[in-house]
């Protein structure tokens, strides 16, 4: 019997505009993998919509423990354990636990330090969530910040983010915590049109700089897309290099698909049409050991 990979997804749940698990469950499905998801909370909409005094924001924390204890009682066994947007820093410092009671030897920590973007922390976020978001990804394997996120994690003021490959590996290495975890920032520029992201892979020391075409519009929710393709990647065995690369294409893919339709910016890239680049290879390969 092949089994799928198993992940425990654990994000937010929003009503509207694609973000966090509206996109990381279908992609990670078609990527082959099984996931478990564990909501952090559940929104009406992302945080980047307005009349955000009419909002429902439910914290999660107290369920969570719930849902803790019943996968401990199954005996529940992940490849990975997958982290995004938090709800409360009570609930950052809980997380540290549920990663140390369903870590195992071989299990995949990707932390992806979800806190702001363009220079400012999300709506939500507290100075001290963002603390605890630097202490929760001590413990990962994986990290996934985009440049705000990197500037935060590092204590660094936005305007002094790299744009060169050498301000991107003295980055990488001070995220790495000395080569003990691989990092790969994301919505890196270091050339005009072109957009990618910055890897450093503590297996074998190694850099590298996926990059595709830069798209002339921004949309929330493709740093979750990215995480999401990566993740799924490198459970199917990918290394680093190459499964950053897929998820830089893909999210270019689907922006310019978006871009083309002319749909809302806040409702996020339309990448439910172009899910069969996720699927291609498996159905070739069954296609290939069928009968
Ligand atoms: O894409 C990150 C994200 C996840 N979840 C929620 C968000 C955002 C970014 O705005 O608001 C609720």
């Known amino acids: 019997m092949n089994k799928a990979p198993h992940a425990a997804v654990i994000h937010d749940l929003s009503g ?16 082959g993998v099984q996931c ?18 009419q909002a429902l924001f439910l914290d999660l924390t107290d369920q969570m423990e719930q849902v803790c204890r019943h996968w401990q009682a199954l005996d529940v066994r ?5 982290s995004g947007f938090l709800g409360s820093a009570r609930q950052i410092c809980r997380l540290r636990e549920v990663i140390s009671q369903f870590r195992r030897e071989d299990t995949l920590v990707l932390v992806d ?3 702001g973007d363009h220079g400012r922390p999300y709506a939500t976020y507290t100075p001290e969530m963002c603390a605890r978001m630097a ?24 305007h002094a983010v790299p744009h060169t490959i050498q301000g991107l590996k003295d980055w990488l290495l001070r995220l790495s915590m000395d080569g003990c975890r691989s990092v790969v920032i994301t919505g890196v520029r270091v050339e005009e049109g ?17 990059r595709a075409h830069e798209e002339p519009q921004q949309f929330p929710g493709t740093g979750d897309l990215f995480a999401a393709v990566l993740l799924g990647g490198l459970l ?24 083309a ?13 172009l899910m069969g680049l996720l699927t291609h290879k498996m159905t070739e390969e069954m296609e290939f050991s069928a009968p």
């Open 16 to 31: 509207f505009g694609r973000c966090s698990m509206t996109i990381i469950l279908p992609v990670l499905a078609a990527m």
């Open 36 to 53: 478990a998801p564990m909501l952090t909370a559940y929104l009406s909409a992302h945080t980047a919509f307005p009349h955000r005094d």
């Open 78 to 82: 992940f490849d990975a354990i997958y």
């Open 113 to 115: 330090p979800v806190m």
């Open 135 to 158: 202490e929760l990804a001590g413990e990962a394997d994986l990290i996934t910040p985009n440049l705000t996120e990197a500037a935060l994690l590092l204590g660094e003021p936005y």
């Open 194 to 210: 072109v957009i990618g992201a910055a890897c450093f892979d503590r297996k074998d020391g190694s850099f590298a700089f996926p």
């Open 236 to 259: 199917q065995g990918k290394a680093l290099d190459h499964a950053a690369q897929k998820a830089v294409d893909f999210v270019q893919q689907c922006a310019a698909h978006t871009i």
């Open 261 to 273: 339709l002319g749909t809302p910016t806040l409702e996020g890239v339309q990448f439910e049409a």
